[in-house]
């Protein structure tokens, strides 16, 4: 549930800051509980996590990729704005040819190859059960790099 208002706020004043006219941005949360958009999202805001890896199949079809140059507004649990994220890199990489370095780039647990591949493997079955389909070490992955462009100021 998202706290629209919020994230109009916060948007506006990072458009005000950098003299931006447009209002092209997403505004979305991570994983699929309150308690991981929590924790992912403080990972942002202190600058630890700067990627994140999506099963590319399970886009909609009507749902864009995210591309280069966009701008994310990344919401606590409680659909509040945490930090606004712009991309800077983009690609499709089968699941077990993701590198450790993206797997350190998403900054979870001891951000090893291994810590990643067994959150990730655990979350994409989910998602492809979910989904009526199956898992497998060959899933095509979107990997999205991104920098922290501005945070919640407290």
């Known amino acids: 549930m998202a706290n629209d208002e919020a994230i109009i706020k916060f948007w506006n004043e990072y458009k005000t800051k950098q003299?931006?006219?447009?209002?092209?941005?997403?505004?979305?949360?991570?994983?699929?509980?309150?308690?991981?958009?929590?924790?992912?999202?403080?990972?942002?805001?202190?600058?630890i996590k700067t990627a994140t890896t999506?099963?590319?199949?399970?886009?909609?079809?009507?749902?864009?990729?995210?591309?280069?140059?966009?701008?994310?507004?990344?919401?606590?649990?409680?659909?509040?704005?945490?930090?606004?994220?712009k991309t800077v890199v983009t690609e499709i990489v089968p699941y077990n040819l993701v590198t450790w370095e993206h797997a350190y780039h998403e900054g979870e647990g001891d951000r090893s190859l291994t810590?990643?591949?067994?959150?990730?493997?655990?979350?994409?079955?989910?998602?492809?059960?979910?989904?009526?389909?199956?898992?497998?070490?060959?899933?095509?992955?979107?990997?999205?790099v991104f920098e922290v462009v501005y945070r919640k100021q407290v």
């Not at 979910?130 to 979107?142: L, M």
Request: hydrophobic content about 35%; glycine content about 8%; some cysteine.
């Open 115 to 144: 810590y990643w591949r067994r959150v990730h493997e655990a979350f994409f079955k989910q998602e492809y059960a979910e989904a009526g389909r199956s898992f497998h070490n060959e899933i095509p992955c979107f990997c999205e």
């Open 54 to 85: 999506s099963a590319y199949e399970l886009y909609e079809k009507e749902e864009p990729l995210p591309q280069v140059g966009e701008y994310n507004i990344i919401l606590n649990g409680n659909g509040e704005p945490e930090a606004i994220t």
């Open 19 to 47: 003299g931006l006219t447009h209002d092209n941005y997403q505004a979305w949360a991570f994983g699929n509980t309150p308690e991981m958009a929590d924790d992912l999202a403080e990972l942002v805001v202190r600058g």
